[in-house]
């Protein structure tokens, strides 16, 4: 009549690097070079040159593909050992990383 309800706990300990937890850091510091070549690509634009936004934009697009794949195939929440927290920051950093590098990308070809 009653059925029980059984919740899993997680058997990954805080500090156990998994597999997902490798992908979504590495999503993450990716996109978080990304932004900040992309901020200097903004703040010091370098004279006729799109590579630094083009590395920005591209990197950062990288880097929130990446985090959303973490987001879409894990399994729990944070603290699961799913990189949950990696890919948000992945998505986070990379929309911001490819922000940044599209209008610095805008101002150099309006330069030009």
Do not use: C, K
């Not at 597999?19 to 004279?47: F, K, Q, Y």
Request: aromatic share 4%; glycine share 16%.
């Amino acid at each position: 009549m009653f059925r029980s309800v059984q919740l899993a706990a997680s058997t990954v300990d805080a500090s156990t690097l998994t597999t997902d937890r490798a992908v979504a850091s590495a999503a993450a510091l990716v996109a978080l070079a990304a932004a900040i070549i992309g901020g200097l690509a903004l703040a010091r634009p370098a004279r006729g040159g799109t590579r630094r936004p083009l590395i920005a934009v591209g990197a950062g697009i990288l880097g929130t593909l990446a985090g959303v794949w973490v987001l879409a195939t894990a399994d729990g929440g944070p603290g699961t050992g799913n990189g949950v927290v990696g890919g948000y920051a992945g998505v986070a950093f990379g929309l911001l990383a490819a922000a940044l590098g599209g209008l610095a990308l805008a101002r150099s070809r309006r330069r030009a």
